[in-house]
């Protein structure tokens, strides 16, 4: 067989010309494939919303209507307490005054507005949820966590708000729902609780957004 240099050399040159537009054309799914594998490792970065309770003295406040008071008469001391936990353990600089000091202040009190409470303790920001409804249960015999509340952060120097979100609906498994017989009452709604502080607190610090989908199935129960 007789050996043609000239139809050899045109073969290679066809060959290394569909590489490269191989290379060209897998390029970007390689950077998506690398970003993607850097962002299961490392987590993604999700800055907080406002940052403005850093290096501050601050108070954490909140209200229940009258109906979720009636039916769970500590929901807005446990809910205050848990968001001030991961505040502090979350917020760079930040002084927590001890829950149990502002929930004595307000118990004693008489007062009008948040400001007031927030200036009484000398918090130089106050953290206020007022938490419109919270339930347990979605039917007798099954426990579905639904809570409905209003989020603000007053300055107690100028009295303004400066930040403010009406989360959505907060749903507990957000999925499912959970059998009356599978837990105890007591220990679902210590979940909830902490469930509807961690949805709150990720406006103030970095978060991984997975970790709810984490919670939701480790909620299995």
């Known amino acids: 067989m ?26 970007p799914g390689c950077a998506s494939a690398l970003a993607t594998a850097a962002w299961l490792i490392k987590g993604p970065n999700v800055p907080a919303q406002f940052n403005g309770l850093r290096e501050k ?10 109906q979720s008071i009636y039916a769970y008469p500590n929901v807005a001391k446990d809910l205050a307490r848990a968001l001030a936990r991961l505040l502090q353990q979350n917020v760079k600089g930040i002084e927590i005054i001890p829950p149990q000091r502002v929930e004595e202040w307000m118990d004693v009190h008489t007062w009008n507005d948040y400001v007031e409470v927030g200036q009484a303790l000398s918090a130089e920001m106050l953290v206020a949820i007022d938490l ?22 007053f300055d107690c120097q100028t009295g303004e708000v400066v930040f403010e979100r009406r989360p959505p609906l907060i749903l507990h498994p957000p999925n499912h729902v959970v059998s009356a017989a599978e837990i105890r009452e007591a220990d679902f709604r210590r979940d909830f609780i902490r469930v509807v502080a961690d949805h709150l607190g990720r406006y103030f610090y970095p978060h991984d957004p997975r970790a709810l989908f984490a919670a939701d199935a480790a909620a299995m129960y």
């Open 2 to 27: 007789q050996f043609d240099r000239g139809t050899s050399a045109r073969r290679l040159w066809a060959g290394l010309a569909g590489l490269g537009l191989v290379l060209l054309i897998i390029a």
């Open 132 to 153: 419109n409804d919270f339930r347990l249960h979605k039917g007798q015999t099954i426990y579905q966590g639904r809570a409905d509340l209003t989020l603000r952060v």
């Open 57 to 66: 003295r601050v108070a954490v406040v909140c209200t229940a209507s009258t």
